[in-house]
């Protein structure tokens, strides 16, 4: 029996850290920003293990999680990352999970300039590369990664991120409590020019706009009064899309993505939409904390143009899944009326087979702060023969009452007492409506306060 010596075995098996990092500093006098929009210097300095600080609510440390959680496979997609920030993203993963819990680290290398960004960490336990052939985005780069996943959960993880304590387990509870639920962590900020880990507002959830813009929103206030327990997760509308974990069966069930989609962008309105309307849910789990580099641009190239490429991926998701709502997201961005998107014909399709709710459903019940645009609304008189509708002085009892008059002015320039807006279903003068006093025959008509919920109005 020889024994190999052991210099030769760690250097076949083991993984060199030092040079691995080290082939990759930065020339003396070059912009660290410049690469990455991040300031590498600062990842560099810092050690692949940093302790960062534990930014959980106090309660969520005395939660207890089940035993038997499932494992999971996580899902990385990367270009051109820096090879620090990667590095971490992965030994925080490795340092701050219980190691039944990982199944496996799946780096999709999106075609990546130096194949060995990727290539050298599979010498790292559980560390598996699957690099693309040529560009395909952050899209087809996930949908391939969790093609060869073999765990039945799928973590989707961004590649500048750092995960904090017990990261995994409360996400992996509500999603083993019901499959249906796909679950966000809260993001902190790890900052893009110190790399100081700062806690982020436990109070925010996904919103957007009718351009599809996503942006952090405080809860609502009423959902906000009536949480009782900071540890309970957070209905959200949309997912912020960098990182969440998904049963794979329901993933596959629900379509994976739109794989017609490029580079990055509007893939998370996709799947938010999807998920909710095909009968699942969204939720963000607070004792789940999460670092990402948050950065101001893409260091990356669009084939196609960044501008072009997120009206690609929104119009697609509004063709879809918008309905008759898509005309507010054609109003909010002009730009993408009459650009190019591909056929949704299978995704259409996709949709109609799982038999999916309406949009109408999805603003309703999970997203009614998003508001309707106004119609620009035209002012006109109310006419019956020679009278016009007007409003009255106020009357004794402080009411101001309306009747019929004699026009004055002309019909384009009518005076302000018989000038009136219809916006359905009120009828207004400045900010007062037309309203019943009560609703019996002879009742009079006041003019008040517009409130859409009054009825008498
Ligand atoms: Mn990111």
């Given at each position: 029996?020889?024994?190999?010596?052991?210099g030769?075995?760690?250097?076949?098996?083991?993984?060199?850290?030092?040079a691995?990092?080290s082939?990759?500093?930065l020339?003396?006098?070059?912009?660290?920003?410049?690469?990455?929009?991040?300031?590498?210097?600062?990842?560099?300095?810092?050690?692949?293990?940093?302790p960062?600080?534990?930014t959980?609510?106090?309660?969520?440390?005395s939660?207890?999680?089940d035993?038997?959680?499932?494992?999971?496979?996580?899902?990385?997609?990367?270009?051109?990352?820096a090879?620090s920030?990667?590095?971490?993203?992965?030994k925080?993963v490795?340092?701050r999970t219980?190691?039944?819990?990982?199944?496996?680290i799946?780096?999709?290398?999106?075609f990546?300039?130096?194949?060995?960004?990727?290539?050298?960490?599979?010498?790292?336990?559980?560390?598996?590369?699957?690099?693309?052939?040529?560009?395909?985005g952050l899209?087809?780069s996930?949908?391939?990664?969790?093609?060869?996943?073999?765990a039945?959960?799928?973590?989707?993880?961004?590649?500048?991120?750092?995960v904090?304590s017990?990261?995994?387990q409360p996400?992996l509870?509500?999603?083993?409590e019901?499959?249906?639920?796909?679950?966000?962590?809260?993001?902190?900020v790890?900052?893009?020019d110190?790399?100081?880990?700062?806690?982020?507002?436990?109070?925010?959830?996904?919103?957007?706009d009718w351009?599809?813009?996503f942006?952090w929103?405080?809860i609502?206030?009423?959902?906000?009064?009536?949480?009782?327990?900071?540890?309970?997760?957070?209905?959200?509308?949309?997912?912020?899309g960098?990182?969440?974990?998904?049963?794979?069966?329901?993933?596959n069930?629900?379509?994976?993505?739109?794989?017609?989609?490029?580079?990055?962008?509007?893939?998370?309105f996709e799947?938010?939409?999807?998920?909710?309307?095909?009968?699942?849910?969204?939720?963000i789990?607070?004792?789940?904390?999460?670092?990402?580099?948050?950065r101001?641009?893409?260091?990356?190239?669009?084939?196609?143009?960044?501008?072009?490429?997120?009206?690609k991926?929104t119009?697609?998701?509004?063709?879809?899944?918008?309905?008759?709502?898509?005309?507010?997201?054609?109003?909010?961005?002009?730009?993408?009326?009459?650009k190019?998107?591909?056929?949704?014909?299978?995704?259409?399709?996709?949709?109609?087979?799982l038999?999916?709710?309406s949009?109408?459903?999805?603003?309703?019940?999970?997203?009614?702060?998003l508001?309707?645009?106004?119609?620009e609304?035209i002012?006109?008189v109310?006419?019956?023969?020679?009278?016009?509708?007007?409003?009255?002085?106020?009357?004794?009892?402080?009411?101001?009452?309306?009747?019929m008059?004699?026009?004055?002015g002309?019909?384009?320039?009518?005076?302000v007492?018989?000038?009136?807006?219809f916006?359905?279903?009120?009828?207004?003068?400045?900010?007062?409506?037309?309203?019943?006093?009560?609703?019996?025959t002879?009742?009079?008509?006041t003019?008040?306060?517009?409130?859409q919920?009054?009825?008498?109005?």
């Amino acid at each position: 029996m020889t024994r190999a010596p052991q210099g030769e075995k760690n250097s076949r098996r083991g993984f060199d850290e030092k040079a691995y990092l080290s082939s990759k500093v930065l020339k003396a006098g070059e912009d660290p920003y410049r690469q990455h929009a991040f300031n590498q210097l600062e990842s560099d300095k810092l050690s692949s293990d940093r302790p960062i600080r534990d930014t959980r609510h106090y309660r969520c440390t005395s939660v207890r999680y089940d035993t038997d959680l499932p494992a999971t496979s996580l899902i990385i997609t990367f270009h051109n990352e820096a090879r620090s920030t990667l590095l971490r993203t992965v030994k925080s993963v490795l340092n701050r999970t219980p190691p039944s819990l990982i199944q496996e680290i799946i780096l999709v290398d999106d075609f990546s300039s130096d194949p060995e960004d990727c290539q050298l960490l599979t010498k790292i336990p559980k560390v598996k590369c699957l690099r693309n052939t040529r560009r395909e985005g952050l899209i087809r780069s996930r949908v391939r990664g969790a093609e060869v996943a073999t765990a039945d959960v799928l973590t989707f993880l961004d590649s500048h991120c750092e995960v904090n304590s017990e990261w995994l387990q409360p996400m992996l509870q509500r999603v083993k409590e019901d499959y249906t639920r796909v679950v966000s962590p809260i993001i902190d900020v790890i900052s893009l020019d110190n790399f100081a880990y700062l806690a982020a507002s436990a109070d925010l959830r996904g919103g957007f706009d009718w351009s599809l813009h996503f942006k952090w929103e405080q809860i609502p206030i009423e959902q906000k009064m009536s949480r009782t327990d900071p540890t309970q997760s957070i209905r959200t509308p949309v997912i912020a899309g960098g990182i969440f974990v998904i049963d794979k069966s329901w993933f596959n069930h629900l379509g994976k993505y739109d794989t017609q989609m490029d580079i990055w962008g509007g893939e998370n309105f996709e799947l938010s939409f999807r998920v909710w309307m095909c009968g699942g849910s969204l939720e963000i789990v607070p004792c789940s904390r999460v670092g990402h580099v948050f950065r101001k641009r893409h260091p990356y190239d669009f084939p196609e143009g960044n501008a072009l490429t997120y009206i690609k991926n929104t119009k697609r998701t509004a063709e879809v899944w918008m309905d008759e709502y898509k005309q507010y997201y054609y109003e909010a961005r002009p730009s993408a009326i009459g650009k190019s998107f591909g056929s949704v014909a299978d995704r259409v399709e996709q949709r109609r087979k799982l038999n999916c709710k309406s949009f109408q459903w999805y603003l309703e019940n999970v997203y009614p702060e998003l508001k309707i645009p106004e119609k620009e609304l035209i002012p006109g008189v109310i006419k019956q023969g020679g009278n016009c509708l007007e409003s009255r002085a106020q009357d004794t009892t402080g009411n101001t009452l309306a009747g019929m008059g004699n026009c004055k002015g002309t019909v384009n320039n009518p005076p302000v007492t018989q000038e009136w807006v219809f916006s359905d279903p009120l009828i207004r003068q400045q900010d007062k409506c037309l309203s019943i006093t009560s609703f019996s025959t002879g009742s009079q008509i006041t003019l008040e306060a517009c409130n859409q919920k009054d009825g008498r109005q």
